[in-house]
């Protein structure tokens, strides 16, 4: 199997999105990428206990990318072997009464991961700066000062929704959360074509909307956001990652490859040792259980 250079998907510099791949040739089969998936995913799933005994980091997985692009079962195939106490997954839908009547960024705090455990959002905060844009009409559902119809939502609106979103992930990044995220770059002919195996598998109908339809006609403006997500909020405490999604065991493979390579950079990520007192009495406390 080719080498998997995971550096070379960090979006570092700015990018044209039409550039970025959305296939990756691994000269693989299929079993040989999942027999390595499996490989990696048991050393996060070790990884992620000694974390949970560390306590000091979390960890938050951020998936965006366009319908079909392969988030629910990547989610299941890369952290399937993760001791179920480690990992919570948050799937943000549209915001609830209550969640309106916060700041666009509350519902994403509360779901944050403690310390010591993998968060994924699948779809996330940046929905506030991608749907919203393709369709401005929902922020008015927002209720916010001073913005009254669409025409109040300005090019300054959005600077400071992204100014606001750097600064969410730069706090938490600087108290302790790791921060990754990947964009499940889909090309538009791979999704037409996973549209009409919904429709063409009877027990796959009941994931097909209409409306999916609808959102594929604004496929060039989900572009244009993701593009300027992509340029505007790539930092190195919260880098974007490009995914090519059109091979759905790649693009998991892929995922699960940078979040090993990058986590083992921590070299400060260990079990904490006994204290010396208990430590010298382990022989002890063993000839206790021996003889109960």
């Known amino acids: ?43 996060l799933g070790d990884l992620q206990d000694t974390m949970y005994a560390h306590g000091k980091y979390a960890v938050l997985v951020c998936l965006q990318g366009m319908d079909t692009a392969g988030k629910d079962s990547l989610i299941r195939e890369v952290f399937k072997d993760f001791n179920a106490r480690g990992v919570v997954v948050h799937s943000f839908k549209v915001p609830t009464e209550l969640e309106r009547k916060h700041d666009f960024l509350w519902r994403h705090y509360i779901a944050l991961p403690a310390r010591g455990k993998f968060g994924v959002f699948n779809r996330t905060h940046y929905e506030n700066v991608l749907v919203t844009r393709v369709h401005p009409g929902y922020i008015l559902g927002e209720y916010l000062p001073g913005i009254e119809s669409v025409d109040d939502i300005d090019s300054a609106f959005w600077d400071r929704r992204f100014e606001q979103i750097n600064a969410f992930e730069k706090i938490i990044a600087q108290n ?44 060039p403006k989900y572009m244009k956001c993701y593009e300027d997500i992509l340029n505007r909020t790539s930092k190195e405490h919260a880098p974007w990652y490009n995914i090519p999604a ?47």
């Not at 550096?7 to 039409?18: F, M, N």
């Not at 429709?199 to 009941?206: A, D, E, G, R, S």
């Not at 921590?266 to 022989?283: C, G, H, T, W």
């Open 1 to 43: 199997m080719k080498n998997l250079n995971v550096s070379a998907h960090k979006i570092t510099t700015s990018v044209t999105i039409e550039d970025l791949p959305t296939r990756l040739d691994l000269e693989a089969s299929k079993k040989t990428i999942e027999d390595e998936l499996k490989d990696i995913r048991k050393k």
């Open 246 to 292: 059109d091979d759905k065991p790649t693009a998991r493979l892929l995922v699960a490859s940078i979040l090993l390579n990058a986590l083992k950079e921590y070299n400060d990520i260990k079990e904490p040792e006994l204290d010396d007192e208990v430590k010298a009495k382990l022989s002890e406390y063993k000839e206790q259980l021996r003889t109960e």
């Open 176 to 219: 302790g959360t790791l921060i990754f995220k990947f964009f499940l770059n889909l090309s538009k002919d791979e999704q037409k074509n996973r549209l009409l195996r919904r429709l063409n598998k009877p027990n796959k109908n009941w994931k097909f909307s209409p409306g999916d339809l609808e959102e594929r006609k604004l496929w």
